[in-house]
């Protein structure tokens, strides 16, 4: 890896895929723009919206880039055109807290990239809660070494992600959407083990809209198994496509949790799967 000469506020490039992200994005944007480190770029990566996605990207004064591909794709291009020492992954749905970036910074002087504490945004309501319950679930987990291939980094060094980038099969790239984290953290790993984490339970460090209805659940679900369907015919990366879909180990000491969780992994995988098979 290159290594540059380390500068007090090295700029930090925001990169965010979108697709008809109207509804949520001006939030994310929102929280970036409050946020207490103030070198960032902002990067909407977009997908040929047809909603008032770029309008709101405009409006904040983002640099718009544009793609056709997947999401991987998207992820990639947004690398790619970054100018910042770090990229952060952040999608049209999350909020970062305040202090994020500015603590990612500093967790990085010894690590190569940094996966964040993530919850539920919304979590007052049924459905986010059960997300909320499973992502705190598998964070605990981590914390004993288990689990940790569903666990993935965020915060990258730039060099670092277009050195990983460059290792994934110019073929596999296109389809990609459904598993574009966890192919990009099998390749980081392959690399470096200089991999930390930021926020905790009490303080996250993004936190997710996630769907507040059965009917959001089933449609998300039903697309990201069709999608990965796609994929899955390339033959790439065959032994992660089932990775994030399996149910957690049930854990005693956190009963309520596992409980919210298997719950959870029901209501995911029946449209999943449903897409996977026959969408």
Not at 121 to 138: E, M, Q, T
Not at 173 to 185: E, K, N
Not at 191 to 218: A, C, R, W, Y
Not at 246 to 263: C, G, Q, V
Request: charged share 30%.
């Amino acid at each position: 890896m290159v290594k540059h000469k380390k500068v007090k506020n090295p700029l930090v490039s925001v990169n965010i895929p979108t697709f008809n992200s109207e509804k949520t994005l001006a939030e994310t944007l929102e929280a970036i723009k409050n946020q207490t480190y103030k070198n960032v770029e902002i990067l909407v990566v977009d997908s040929y919206s047809k909603d008032r996605t770029l309008k709101i990207a405009k409006k904040h004064e983002c640099k718009i880039v544009m793609c056709k591909g997947g999401l991987l794709e998207a992820r990639i291009m947004g690398a790619k055109e970054s100018k910042g020492e770090y990229v952060l992954f952040l999608d049209s749905d999350q909020i970062l807290e305040p202090e994020t970036i500015e603590r990612c910074v500093e967790a990085m002087k010894d690590k190569d990239c940094l996966w964040l504490y993530e919850r539920a945004y919304n979590r007052n309501k049924w459905l986010p809660s059960l997300y909320d319950a499973d992502r705190i679930l598998v964070q605990e987990y981590m914390k004993e070494g288990k689990d940790l291939s569903v666990v993935l980094p965020r915060f990258f060094k730039r060099d670092l992600l277009i050195k990983v980038f460059k290792k994934i099969p110019k073929d596999a790239i296109p389809l990609c959407s459904a598993q574009d984290h966890i192919i990009t953290t099998y390749e980081i790993k392959k690399l470096t083990n200089k991999i930390g984490f930021v926020g905790s339970k009490e303080k996250p460090g993004v936190q997710h809209m996630e769907p507040d209805n059965i009917i959001k659940l089933i449609k998300k679900q039903y697309r990201w198994g069709k999608v990965t369907r796609e994929f899955h015919k390339t033959g790439f990366y065959s032994e992660l496509i089932s990775m994030k879909h399996k149910y957690r180990n049930f854990d005693e000491r956190n009963a309520s949790l596992s409980m919210k969780s298997f719950i959870l992994r029901t209501l995911r995988g029946i449209p999943y799967f449903a897409g996977f098979w026959f969408g």
